[in-house]
């Protein structure tokens, strides 16, 4: 009979023995048939007869992570000191490209805050506006202002922009012929330029025009709808007798013309000269004068009344309703004829 032990006083070494023993000896029993060698099968199991075919051994060559890692170029890493799990460092020159270089390779900053806490970051790069050309663009308002005949005005000392000044626009020219003298407006404009185109009356050469009229005046008559003109012009370097003449034939052709318009109710035309008095002094005085009314005027046959003046050089202030012939003049004319006197008054 086997002592009894006392297993509290066992040592643990001693227990772990006894029970890996007593394990071994239960496989070794056998089911009554005999022995059984430890390590052959048993009648449970499948005993390879050569008929079948082997079992495929599991594949025991299935990649790790750190092999996956490793193969693709990265770094395996264990973090011995913190409680993370290893990672894959993976190397970026055989990668896609991060996004600092994807942003440096666009002609971006790449910012790194280091002073504070937000990330990184790209500043884009400021895009170059694409060249344009004149030519083929739209032109600019200043281009179209000038090709439109306008002034472009940079106001440089203020605070306003820049403006066009529009050109003033020509105006447009009118087929509508200006009236003749006859039906026209009686101004001192109108009266100039019929005084300036006598020639075509076939009275008489007549030495007046725009160019030697040196007074001229256009006013409303005091009793009538019509107008008053009063003229003196300077004949072109005559005197004597010959200043008489060329003032009496200029005086008839201007006056012929001038009462052709029906507005014109009266007409005074004086002759001027350069005189010079007993001190030796130069003035341009009236030489000759003489004024004609509508009610005369009416009357005169004006192509008849030219004949007359050719063989009479005074016979135009004979008729006239009023005139002056200055004495220096008058008294040289020897043949005074017709005149009265050096003068006549209207009454």
């Keep these: 009979m086997m002592p009894m032990f006392r297993l509290r006083k066992l040592p643990v070494t001693l227990l772990l023995g006894l029970l890996m023993a007593f394990s071994v000896a239960a496989a070794c029993e056998g089911d009554g048939d005999g022995e059984q060698v430890i390590g052959q099968p048993t009648d449970a199991a499948a005993v390879d007869t050569g008929d079948q075919e082997p079992a495929e051994p599991e594949a025991t060559n299935t990649p790790t992570d750190r092999e996956e890692c490793e193969e693709a170029g990265g770094r395996w890493h264990k973090h011995y000191f913190t409680p993370r799990d290893a990672e894959c460092h993976v190397d970026k020159s ?21 002073f504070s806490f937000r990330g990184a970051e790209c500043h884009p790069a400021t895009p170059t506006p694409e060249p344009t050309n004149p030519s083929v663009d ?6 179209e202002c000038e ?9 440089t000392f203020s605070f306003s922009g820049a403006e066009c000044h529009p050109a003033t626009p020509t105006p447009e020219p009118t087929d509508t012929p200006e009236p003749p003298w006859e039906t026209g407006p009686v101004t001192e404009e109108t009266v100039r330029e019929a005084l300036d185109d006598l020639d075509n009356l076939g009275l008489f050469r007549a030495d007046i025009g725009k160019d030697n009229i040196t007074f001229l005046s256009v006013i409303p008559h005091w009793e009538t709808d019509g107008y008053i003109i009063a003229i003196e012009f300077k004949p072109r370097g005559v005197w004597s007798t010959k200043f008489l003449t060329v003032a009496g034939q200029s005086t008839l052709v201007a006056m012929a013309k001038l009462f052709a318009n029906d507005e014109v109710d009266r007409v005074q035309i004086s002759a001027t000269a350069g005189l010079i008095d007993a001190l030796g002094n130069t003035s341009t005085e009236r030489v000759t004068t003489a004024t004609i009314n509508r009610a005369k005027a009416d009357q005169i046959n004006w192509q008849g009344f030219a004949d007359r003046q050719s063989l009479d050089n005074k016979h135009i ?19 005074t004829g017709c005149l009265p006197g050096p003068s006549r008054s209207e009454g």
């Design 94 to 114: 055989t990668n896609a490209p991060s996004e600092q270089e994807e942003c440096e390779e666009a002609g971006g900053k790449w910012h790194n805050h280091n």
């Design 138 to 143: 739209a032109p600019t308002e200043q281009e």
């Design 147 to 155: 090709e439109a005949g306008g002034r472009w005005h940079n106001h």
């Design 317 to 335: 202030f004979c008729v006239a309703d009023a005139f002056i012939i200055r004495p220096v003049l008058y008294n040289e004319l020897g043949d």
